[in-house]
């Protein structure tokens, strides 16, 4: 049994469109101890269940397609039942399925007896999607390009709020919304990144996501859940990668727990979160 934490990201800049279509991007993400849990059994097939309503169990899931594209590049020819314990929230802009993917790769990695290094297992995670390389190491990390190029960050621990409005959101559809107008030359996530040791107050101070402005414009809730972090005391208060999900910034964990209290109401999932200095893939 694995856990596989959640991030958020503490600045998202969309930096231009690149030549494949995609956008190319600097943002600095953060493993933060709101985990699924992931279970890898000995089987003759590929196969994923799920006791969570939406979970997908075909090639639709990247856990599955993790376990699919490792069988292939390493030669494998064993199956295994992957069996998912979703805690964090669909499309919610925290790294769910990807996470999911990055600890099928690491528990694979052990299971199958590959002992492939992390470096190794990256050529893997990139053509899953951007943000499974961040998730085979967790902790802080500045991520460019699509998220495939990582540099490790150090950071002190923070207290976070995290609220979800209980509806998914399509990063495709937010990308879709990006216009040239948009763009920024990665002054955001320097700032982040000479501020991460000091105190909270400067982390919050320098949170930055160029995709908030459309997707409060798209979907209404995710301001209000702002204005009510901010409103409950939060440092700062950010929508993470695309969203819905908009994490508060805490003077220290207690305070994240105060926090959530004052802005939990029927409609909204809330956590109070501690950030992950080590790796963002557990043994359970």
């Given at each position: 049994?694995?856990?596989?934490?959640?991030?958020?990201?503490?600045?998202?800049?969309?930096?231009?469109?690149?030549?494949?279509?995609?956008h190319e991007l600097v943002t600095v993400m953060q493993a933060v101890d709101l985990s699924d849990r992931v279970t890898l059994e000995e089987a003759d097939v590929l196969e994923l269940r799920s006791r969570t309503p939406d979970v997908p169990s075909d090639g639709r899931n990247l856990a599955l397609r993790a376990a699919t594209a490792l069988r292939e590049a390493s030669g494998v020819t064993r199956g295994v039942r992957i069996t998912l314990d979703k805690r964090i929230p669909?499309?919610?802009?925290?790294?769910?399925?990807?996470?999911?993917?990055?600890?099928?790769?690491?528990g694979l990695n052990r299971l199958w007896r590959l002992r492939w290094p992390v470096e190794r297992l990256d050529e893997v995670a990139t053509t899953l999607g951007m943000d499974v390389p961040f998730?085979?190491?967790?902790?802080?990390?500045?991520?460019?390009?699509?998220?495939?190029?990582?540099?490790?960050?150090?950071?002190?621990t923070l207290g976070l709020v995290l609220v979800n409005p209980r509806f998914p959101v399509s990063t495709a559809e937010m990308y879709a919304r990006i216009t040239p107008a948009m763009y920024t030359d990665g002054r955001?996530?320097?700032?982040?990144?000479?501020?991460?040791?000091?105190?909270?107050?400067?982390?919050?101070?320098s949170?930055?996501?160029?995709?908030?402005?459309?997707?409060v414009a798209a979907h209404p809730p995710i301001g209000r859940i702002r204005a009510a972090l901010l409103a409950a005391g939060a440092l700062g208060a950010l929508m993470s990668g695309s969203g819905p999900t908009v994490f508060g910034v805490a003077?220290?964990?207690?305070?994240?727990?105060?926090?959530?209290?004052?802005?939990?109401?029927?409609t909204w999932d809330c956590w109070a979160v501690r950030t992950l200095r080590g790796p963002a893939v557990r043994l359970g």
């Open positions: 049994m694995l856990n596989a934490a959640a991030k958020v990201n503490l600045v998202l800049e969309v930096l231009g469109k690149r030549d494949d279509g995609y669909i499309a919610a802009g925290l790294g769910g399925g990807s996470t999911d993917a990055a600890a099928v790769l690491v998730f085979l190491r967790g902790g802080t990390a500045r991520a460019v390009g699509r998220g495939e190029r990582i540099e490790a960050l150090r950071g002190g955001h996530a320097k700032t982040l990144a000479e501020g991460l040791r000091r105190t909270p107050t400067r982390v919050a101070a949170l930055y996501n160029g995709l908030q402005e459309a997707a003077r220290s964990f207690e305070h994240a727990r105060q926090i959530r209290r004052r802005v939990t109401r029927g």
